[in-house]
């Protein structure tokens, strides 16, 4: 009897060994973010057990978790989407990465932390990462608007187009876009349109169709143009130059939002592709 429990505590040791062998760290691509901006975090998982382990049968076998250090009870909207199952060699890594931004409601400014919790169904072991820790920012507003949406029934659904300013890394400012409710308390979609210089003023128009359309200096001659539907998805996007006369947005008589002035840079698709000079054939002398 001594012998059989001698043998399974050293099997019980090996396995909680091997389980140690498989970490869970996670990363983010920035330190701040701003209210409802996608929150892409990465998970990678290293197995160094010396055994192969099945992974993301389950709905659970990743969970993520969101904490205020200022002790501020962050809201949980739903579970975070992670099914997809796949076997993982030993020796091998492997990456997920998920916008926790839908899921989690991050809309106060301050200090945030997340955690995630690895689980090996087969092993019955639960493997913990680190804290990576992140800020919410506010930035600064330089241009809103309110525009309704058509409903079904009754009145039109009253939102707000919000243009912000913020830097993410030391000088590079970015430009993004918020939508809203009309009162600003509900953050529906935050998205970054692009760099910005830091004098740039944002032209903004919203047109008959409630579609966002923004022109902005984002170089030394050059301005982007970016269109973005009531959703705050953005679906067109254009570079055009300052040359003799500054890009500009105006609205014509049928009500459509057009720009004016400087000249367009064409997409790589729209450059025609150069037809080579097809070679002469050879003279000869044949009679």
Sequence with gaps: MKTFSFVAALALLAFFRASAQVTLELALNQEQFLPGEPLVVTAKITNRSGRQIHLGAEANWLTFSVESTAGRVVIKNSDVPVLGAFDLESSQEATKRVDLAPH??????????????LRIKDWSVETPSAPVSFDIITGAKLWAQEFGVPA????????????????????????????????????????????????SHPEGQVDRNSILHTLWQSGAQAFSYCVVNPDGEVIRRETYDDLNTRPRLTVNNNGEVLVTGGVRRPKPGEIPAVQLPVEAPAVTNGK
Excluded: C, W
């Design 104 to 117: 989690f409601v991050m809309s106060i400014p301050g200090r945030y932390k997340i955690t995630a919790t």
């Design 152 to 199: 079904t029934n009754g009145a039109p659904e009253m939102r707000k187009f919000t243009l912000e300013q913020a830097s993410y890394v030391r000088s590079h400012m970015r430009l993004y876009v918020q939508l809203s409710d009309a009162a600003e308390s509900r953050i529906l979609k935050t998205s970054v349109l692009g760099q910005t210089v830091s004098f």
